[in-house]
């Protein structure tokens, strides 16, 4: 069951709170009622110091007198009292008492070598690329959040009042209609890419770039947002099934391939981490794009079993 914002007015709690004395809730109102009261208790004791016993059993008193009823525990009473004095400003103290709860948080995640769509409910639409994952609400209010870990794609509905804002464990990502492209895998640095429209990104340190269509803003370890010009395209190959390396680093390319083809690659010389690779396959086998890299850079592809992988130098 999903719960979605409440806002209780006067009425409606004075209601409420007469059915849970009464015991003739529904489960779904007395859980609400106890959560209310659960709530107001958590910060009895600093309301209690700030009013004397006699002042809150008079506020008490009168609530009493709206509900016609006499409380039959007395936690139910004394979570009167403590509500009695949440609220200022008022001749009866809940002539209006508010509390929301926030809509229940939605977590998508994709294994390796999964990808996913995933339609949002203000029309937006994100494609989720191999061993990420994003958390969101079931309905946005002010501003439309989201929690990303790992790559994906947005492409996002327009709406003025409500930014879209995406937030990875680095960056963040503010926009109000647009698309584009976040790869945050912690293996590293995160890179923003635009597809259409702008985006505006914030650092850990809090400096703020804006890109467009084709610019890329890139986090590097301990240093400021970088910006280079890039066809963005490329940036979102991976929906179609393509893979684009320009000059990828082999420690890096590895990560490409595990996620991609959900396997294992152990780079075992070290120093062939720095090689950098160039090519582009599109729905193409694991066995192919490893011989195509093996064949370009001199390596030895070994395969212990089906999803374990061994790349060597290859001796003669």
């Excluded at 986090?219 to 991976?238: G, H, P, Y």
């Excluded at 893979?243 to 390319?253: G, W, Y």
Aim: charge should be positive.
């Amino acid at each position: 069951m999903f719960i979605k914002a409440h806002i209780l007015k006067k009425e409606n709690f004075l209601l409420l709170a007469k059915k849970y004395e009464e015991g003739t809730c529904t489960p779904e109102e007395k859980m609400v009622v106890e959560t209310f009261f659960d709530k107001m208790q958590e910060e009895a004791s600093d309301i209690e110091n700030k009013i004397s016993d006699e002042k809150g059993n008079e506020i008490l008193n009168k609530i009493l007198l709206e509900l016609q009823v006499k409380p039959k525990k007395y936690t139910f009473k004394k979570a009167l009292k403590v509500a009695a004095v949440l609220v200022t400003g008022l001749t009866i103290a809940f002539t209006a008492a508010k509390f929301t709860f926030k809509p229940v948080a939605i977590t998508q995640i994709t294994a390796k070598g999964e990808k996913k769509e995933i339609f949002l409910e203000d029309g937006s639409v994100i494609v989720l690329n191999s061993n990420s994952s994003i958390t969101y609400p079931e309905e946005f209010e002010t501003t439309r959040n989201i929690e990303l870990v790992g790559q994906a794609y947005f492409k996002v509905f327009r709406d003025v009042k409500r930014p879209f804002i995406v937030q990875t464990h680095d960056v963040k990502v503010r926009v109000l209609g647009t698309s584009f492209d976040i790869n945050s895998y912690n293996h590293h640095d995160t890179k923003v890419s635009v597809i259409t429209g702008k985006v505006e990104v914030t650092s850990p340190t809090g400096q703020k770039v804006q890109i467009t269509k084709n610019q890329q803003a890139d986090l590097i370890k301990n240093s400021d947002l970088q910006i280079s010009t890039e066809n963005s395209n490329d940036k979102i190959a991976w929906i179609s099934n393509t893979i684009i390396l320009k000059n990828t680093k082999l420690s890096e390319t590895v990560k490409i391939i595990e996620n991609w083809y959900n396997v294992n690659i152990t780079i075992q010389d070290q120093e062939l981490n720095d090689l950098t690779i160039s090519g582009k396959f599109k729905d193409e086998k694991l066995e192919n794009v490893l011989e195509s890299i093996a064949y370009l850079k001199q390596l030895k592809i070994n395969y212990t079993t089906k999803n374990q992988i061994i790349i060597r130098k290859k001796t003669l």
